[in-house]
């Protein structure tokens, strides 16, 4: 090291234990094997929320929630310089983010790397999961065009009769054994308006899900994905079970720095060009600006990542109508969720038996049910 | 291994070495040279997109010429505030009859100076700054330079204001 730069550097070290973290970079490997390209992939990730961090910032010093939320957008598309780009990056990386998010979390299923002593890293990653979802939902209404108003507008009623259905159903049980609590009949409804601050979506909709999506998300996703790097740190990339079984002298690594680090940076910059060619080519379009006196536009849709739940939630509703369906559908959802949330508390030891097995199976039949309902759910738009 | 063998393989290994430290070198510029690349392609979109107010700004000063409708009946004695491009600046029909329009931004550190009519001056309330109306001169307090004067022309419709 340059005089100058040790000098520094041993200030630092005084200070913060720069030795320390050097340390621990040095000796930092990654397995290498058949599936370590699936290690790639909650980097990328994390590339593409701080791309969505990066581009909302920028997307903020222009846009204007509340009654002025079209026009701002308008001008962001149509009149700020390269403003329709940023714009694009932003709506196609948050796209983009997701996938990879659900790559990420069925490629560690697969390889079950959410076993002890990794099951707070699976936990906190659905919770991500979950937030980036919340995520999408609250940015898609900000731009206040039509396409947005009415994906915003089914995305809060589809929830809620079931949600009511399944109030209802507490309150009777709960009235069998003499305890009132007639409101629970209309919990869903009730919780869609407090979402929505009215009745129907309106200016205050747009504020609330731009606070979400600005200010209450963000330090919520930021003390999440702290923990959930943190624990990556602390116990490292997990072996697959074809590895696991391999004797300790037969398994190879490679050092993170400055090899992975190196394949790691190469994916972002393949991540990257994706991302921006997506975007410059297929540039984000901005509607008509919402009015709730407008039908709701032929072939109304949410994003992807929201269709098999809206095309189960639709198809359920009509094999079973009434509140019937409704509560199927969520006893389903819910169900399947807690199954997946739960998996390494089922299959969580080093071992090739019954459960891993099945968990295996599990993890097939979830993507495959996905990703059929997906695709059922385009086709059905017509 | 025999002599011969040991030779070619120190002379391969030094030939290789020659041809490492020209490709290390390459692949550093390359990866340098791509950086920079990348750097200016998501650096200059980001610059315009945060100056475009800037540019829009610009261009609206860029006036040269404007008409302040009705503004020929303005009362003597009196004067008004309006805006040259981006500018604030007074239009003032002195008690005798004549116009005079003066940019009204202070000459000391920039605030919006204030036209008294009854004190028959220009007051600046920052830091106490006097200028004549007539003129723009600065006459008392911290103002180093005059006002700006722009060109008065008085019509049928209104007062039309340009760069002197």
Redesign the interface.
């Known amino acids: 090291m340059k005089p100058v730069v040790e000098k520094i550097y041993n200030w630092l070290d005084e200070r913060i234990g720069l030795n320390e973290l050097v340390e621990f970079a040095k000796k930092k490997t990654v397995p290498e094997h058949k599936h370590t390209f699936w290690y790639y992939w909650g980097g990328i990730s994390l590339l593409f929320f701080i791309i969505q961090a990066f581009t909302g910032a920028?997307l903020l010093?222009y846009y204007r929630p509340g009654t002025e939320a079209y026009e701002s957008v308008r001008q962001i598309t149509y009149?700020?310089?390269?403003?329709w780009?940023?714009r694009s990056i932003h709506s196609w990386a948050a796209n983009l983010m997701i996938l990879a998010v659900f790559i990420h979390m069925f490629s560690v299923f697969f390889m079950k790397a959410y076993r002890r002593p990794r099951e707070l890293g699976w936990l906190s990653g659905i919770a991500l999961l979950g937030i980036a979802m919340i995520f999408g939902f609250s940015g898609y209404l900000l731009p206040m065009d039509e396409l947005a108003y009415f994906a915003t507008k089914v995305g809060l009623e589809i929830p809620a009769a079931p949600a009511d259905a399944v109030g209802g159903l507490i309150a009777s049980a709960l009235g069998a054994v003499g305890i009132k609590a007639e409101w629970l009949k209309t919990i869903g409804t009730e919780l869609s308006s407090l979402i929505r601050g009215g009745v129907e979506v309106n200016e205050y909709t747009v504020q609330r899900f731009f606070t979400l999506h600005v200010i209450i998300l963000p330090a919520i996703f930021l003390g999440i994905l702290g923990f959930h790097l943190w624990l990556v740190q602390k116990h490292g990339n997990a072996l697959p079970p074809s590895e696991e079984a391999k004797p300790p002298s037969e398994r190879k690594s490679v050092p993170f720095f400055p090899n992975f680090f190196m394949r790691d940076l190469a994916m972002w910059l393949i991540a990257l060009n994706v991302l921006i060619l997506l975007a410059a080519m297929f540039p984000w379009d901005l509607g008509q600006p919402a009015d709730s006196l407008k039908p709701a536009p032929a072939g109304i849709h949410p994003e992807w990542y929201f269709m098999s739940s809206f095309q189960v939630l639709k198809a359920l509703g009509t094999w079973f109508p009434g509140v019937t369906g409704e509560i199927l559908g969520i006893v389903i959802f819910t169900a399947g969720l807690i199954l997946w949330i739960l998996i390494p508390f089922y299959d969580n030891t080093n071992q090739s038996g019954l459960r891993a097995r099945r968990a295996t199976w599990f993890g097939l039949f979830t993507l495959a049910v996905l990703v059929l309902t997906t695709i059922w759910g385009y086709l059905a738009l017509k | 291994m025999g002599q011969q063998e040991k030779i070619e393989k120190i002379n391969t290994s030094q030939a290789e070495n020659h041809q490492a430290v020209p490709r290390r070198l390459f692949g550093k510029i390359a990866f340098g040279a791509a950086g920079l690349c990348y750097l200016a392609m998501i650096g200059y979109p980001i610059y315009r997109y945060l100056a475009t107010p800037v540019e829009k700004a610009k261009k609206e000063a860029a006036v040269k010429e404007i008409l302040l409708k009705d503004a020929h009946k303005l009362p003597p004695g009196s004067g008004m505030i309006f805006k040259f491009g981006s500018r604030p600046a007074w239009l003032i029909h002195h008690a005798d009859g004549s116009w005079t329009a003066l940019d009204a931004v202070c000459t000391h550190l920039g605030c919006t100076v204030k036209y008294e009519a009854q004190n028959k001056r220009i007051f600046c309330e920052c830091h106490g700054g006097v200028y004549d109306p007539v003129t723009g001169k600065n006459i008392a307090g911290p103002p180093p330079k005059p006002l700006r004067q722009y060109a008065v022309k008085v019509t049928d419709e209104g007062v039309v204001i340009s760069r002197a």
């Open positions: 920028l010093i009149e700020i310089q390269f403003g780009l940023i």
